[in-house]
């Protein structure tokens, strides 16, 4: 079953949830253990202009820190570790999604994923939203975690 665990920025971090997915496909790619291969990310993102912001973010976003990711479609995911998915292709991914949709449903693939993750800024609709979700995978039998992170 799918373990989901939201990350809620607190209400003095001047990030959004763009910055904070960041900050976890980092922790979440550099948490294998010496010699292991790197869990294999995919992160919805249904708006393609909002994919192609992460996108160079996650180039930016740190000078001293190199994340193997791209756009689906305009990489090999064979070799691409971290994809960013605007429909959740490709359906081989399945160990972590990292969901960036603002909508209040859950993304209708996420149970194939071994971990759901559920970033959460400031912005008043996007909490709404993951609380309509959190109520969602809460009343669907799914183990939840609640992470409030600066």
Known sequence: MTRVDFYVLKESSRSDRFGLSCRLVERIYKSAPAGEQPPRVLIY??????????????????????????????TDPALTPILISTDGQPEAEDQVLINLSPSPEAPPFFSRFERLCEPLDHDTEIRQAGRKRYLYYRDSGYPLAHHEVG
Do not use: M, N
């Open 45 to 74: 993102c249904p708006a393609s202009q909002q994919a192609r912001h992460l996108d160079r973010l996650l180039w930016s976003f740190r000078e001293d820190s190199f994340l193997p990711h791209g756009l689906v479609g305009e």
